[in-house]
């Protein structure tokens, strides 16, 4: 895709919000259900998030040969509005004001986007404004200071936004060690080779990309000069999680759904741009452009959009329970931070050189350990990519948002996961071992801890339970892969009775039509384009049950699809005290030839030998194994 592809793939999405641009207006009418902060902070997220499109479409170069006639005009109507906008939202005396910044509240971090909307495209929102307009801007973003932030990548925002008033002539004394403060409090989130822990969140996922890699690096693009040493460190720690991250993304360009703010979708891709702009990467720029270029292309060929042509709730397509109780109707655009790559001039490698081949189109595909994070990534055969997850834990300031982001064994493009519902606290059962006490509630693994990482297996200690009732379930699991398969074992101690799950992968269905195999060890489900799931119970929990929704008695779970089929064996109840074994084979992909179950050729404890009629033999030998009747 050239420079200008880019280009007009952000104006494309700016046209539709174009048309709700209401002269007199601070924001826009942009549909959906209300986020649980407040009115006013939906009306300002819904000005704040299309304003950083609108940079970095401002920020590119104008009368680019090929570029619509209309090209010039629609930059300064575009301009034009958010100006306006902005004077007449920060300004007390307005209908449009939006209020002061407030003590954790949404605002800070709405507000610390727009400070650096405002330096990225400086010419065109900021500099044409009037000293009075400015001088009021200025005072409406100083509401920021002295206030409470929540202890994680937020307290990126008090930065930027004291940064920019620093900039232009607004600062304080103080500012700069409340700014020293809060870079010195974000670099304890660094737990080395690049990646954050997200302070309470206590995850390693796709805001490593969203929040941390940008903030920090653009903060360094930005402001780096007034700290060498601090952004030279920013700079450093970017480099090794971008040799990491390019591993997220499958030959499609699709990146797996995993973690928190699944539908900020190409977000993810802000780090490349940046990355290259900082001059903080010895990835060839033509290997970035081809894996953010199909990325992009992936999501906007998607029906990912609203009546009215805006970005809709959802990951690969339209679904409004998708987003978390934070979101707002305009939360979709913080996706506009994808669109970084527009920093880089026409003529920066990264718009001419050569492509290269992601690593998941090269021949033997990968196996990639990230040691910090707890996190594998690898590819199959035809081209996914999965994220293995031993080590981003679901914390308590994370159930509300849904435990199924992190507590899954595997996270795999092309198939994704399943949400549970009504409760939002609830354990969905697909890709995942989870557990059921007798007065029927659902528990999944919380806090988790990796023993043994290796290019053959992953290995990890976790819990079944919760604090509340005292429900314990100490959980040793070790996961093996092969092609597109996974052997996952769990040795599991109940402290009360359960019944146990082990869950195949949650195939999406574009239709409420699947064929499925009859119940038995070995459970298989195949939709209309030819994408199967399949699992083949092998010890512990071999009584077959699908967790599927195929018709509207029940509403939509999965992320990608809004039908699903996942296979899932239980176990009988389990006593209390008891000390048990579960293992199964769970498989998805395309390749009915590599669907096929494997023989158990031999199973002493510590030493397991397959074969498969595709793949062949597959030894393995782990101290973890326990012997299995044959």
């Known amino acids: 895709m050239s420079y200008l592809r880019w280009q007009n793939a952000a104006r494309r999405l700016l046209e539709p919000l174009a048309a709700l641009m209401v002269p007199g207006r601070a924001d826009l009418a942009i549909p959906g259900p209300p986020s649980d902060h407040d009115a006013q902070a939906d009306r300002l997220e819904s000005f704040s998030r299309p304003l950083t499109l609108a940079a970095f479409f401002l920020r590119s170069r104008p009368g680019m040969p090929g570029a619509p006639a209309d090209d010039a005009a629609f930059r300064a109507k575009v301009a034009a509005w958010f100006r306006a906008g902005l004077v007449a939202g920060s300004d007390p005396a307005s209908p449009q004001f939006w209020g002061p910044d407030a003590s954790y509240h949404q605002h800070h971090v709405e507000m610390g986007l727009m400070a650096i909307a405002l330096q990225v495209a400086e010419n065109e929102l900021w500099a044409p404004l009037s000293p009075d307009q400015k001088a009021g801007v200025a005072r409406w973003f100083a509401t920021c200071r002295g206030g409470g932030i929540v202890n994680n990548n937020h307290l990126f925002m008090s930065v930027h936004i004291l940064e920019f008033l620093g900039r232009h002539g607004f600062g304080r004394r103080t500012d700069r060690a409340v700014i020293t403060a809060h870079l010195n409090q974000l670099e304890t989130m660094h737990r080395g080779g690049g990646w954050f822990e997200d302070g309470i969140n206590q995850a390693f996922d796709h805001y490593n990309a969203y929040a941390f890699h940008f903030y920090g690096l653009m903060w360094a693009h930005l402001h780096g000069r007034q700290d060498a040493a601090r952004a030279q460190r920013w700079r450093d720690w970017a480099r090794p999680f971008v040799r990491d991250y390019q591993h997220f993304f499958a030959a499609s360009g699709e990146h797996p759904a995993f973690g928190r703010s699944i539908t900020y979708r190409f977000n993810c891709l802000n780090v490349f741009g940046l990355a290259l702009a900082e001059n903080c990467t010895d990835l060839d720029p033509g290997l970035l452009r081809r894996l953010c270029t199909r990325n992009l292309e992936f999501f906007l060929s998607r029906p990912i959009y609203r009546e009215q042509g805006t970005l809709a709730p959802g990951f690969t397509d339209r679904f409004e329970k998708i987003i ?72 308590n300031t994370q159930l509300r948002y849904g435990a199924w982001k992190w507590s899954k064994l595997s996270y795999r493009t092309g198939v994704h996961f399943a949400y549970a519902f009504p409760e939002i606290t609830n354990f969905s059962f697909d890709c995942a071992l989870t557990q059921q006490t007798d007065d029927g509630r659902r528990f999944g693994r919380h806090s988790t801890v990796v023993v043994e990482m290796d290019a053959a297996h992953l290995g990890y200690s976790c819990n079944l339970g919760f604090k509340t009732g005292q429900v314990n379930t100490g959980v040793e699991t070790f996961v093996f892969w092969r092609a597109g398969w996974l052997l996952h074992v769990h040795h599991v101690e109940p402290q009360q009775p359960v019944v146990l799950r082990l869950g195949g992968f949650a195939l999406p269905l574009t239709e409420a039509h699947v064929l499925r195999s009859d119940p038995g060890q070995v459970l298989s489900a195949w939709s209309g384009d030819q994408r199967g799931s399949v699992q083949q119970a092998l010890l512990g929990a071999t ?79 782990h101290w973890a194994l326990p012997s299995l009747p044959v």
Do not use: C
């Open 324 to 395: 978390e109780p934070y979101s707002a109707p305009g939360s979709p655009y913080w996706a506009a931070k994808g669109f970084t790559p527009l920093l880089l001039p026409p003529e920066h490698a990264f718009w001419t050189a050569p492509e290269q081949p992601l690593p998941a189109e090269r021949p033997g595909g990968f196996v990639h350990l990230m040691p910090t994070a707890g996190l594998v990534t690898r590819s199959t055969p035809d081209g996914e990519v999965e994220i293995l997850n031993g080590g981003s834990m679901v914390g």
């Open 543 to 621: 009584l077959p049950e699908w967790d599927a929704r195929l018709d509207d008695a029940s509403e939509r779970r999965h992320v990608a699809a809004p039908w699903h089929a996942a296979p899932v064996h239980r176990s009988a109840r389990v006593p209390a005290g008891a000390k048990l074994a579960l293992a199964a084979l769970t498989w998805s992909g395309r390749n009915p030839a590599e669907a096929a179950p494997w023989q158990v050729v031999s199973a002493a404890a510590g030493r397991w030998s397959l074969v498969h009629p595709h793949l062949g033999k597959w030894e393995i030998a």
